[in-house]
C-alpha cells in the first residue's frame, strides 16, 4: 500500500482523520490539546459508552458521554465561562 492517504490522528487508537495538519490531531483531540495542553488528557474516549449521559438524551455518545448536540452545549459553556474569568 502507498503512502499516500489521508493521514489519521496520532493519537493511539484513534482513526479519525487529521483536522489540524500542524499537530497531526482529528478535530477532537485538538480540542483536547487546547484545553488541556495535552490531546490525551481528559480522559480517553469510550466509544463504547452506550448513549448520552444527559439523562433522558438517546443521543449517541460523540465526546465526553455526550452525544454532539449536548457536547457543542457544554463546549460553548466551557469557553464562556473561561472567558468570564479573564
Ligand atoms: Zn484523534
Ligand atoms: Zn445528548
Redesign the pocket.
Known amino acids: 500500500m502507498a503512502h499516500n492517504g489521508i493521514p489519521h490522528c496520532v493519537v493511539k487508537g484513534c482513526d479519525l482523520r487529521v483536522k489540524v495538519k500542524m499537530r497531526g490531531l482529528c478535530l477532537r483531540h485538538y480540542k483536547k490539546w487546547l484545553k488541556y495542553g495535552d490531546p490525551t488528557k481528559g480522559g480517553t474516549y469510550r466509544h463504547n459508552a452506550p448513549k448520552?449521559e444527559?439523562h433522558g438524551?438517546q443521543?449517541k455518545p460523540y465526546a465526553r458521554d455526550?452525544?454532539h448536540?449536548?457536547y457543542k452545549a457544554w463546549w460553548k459553556r466551557q469557553k464562556r465561562l473561561s472567558q468570564m474569568t479573564q
Do not use: S, W
Open positions: 448520552c444527559i438524551c443521543g455526550m452525544c448536540r449536548h
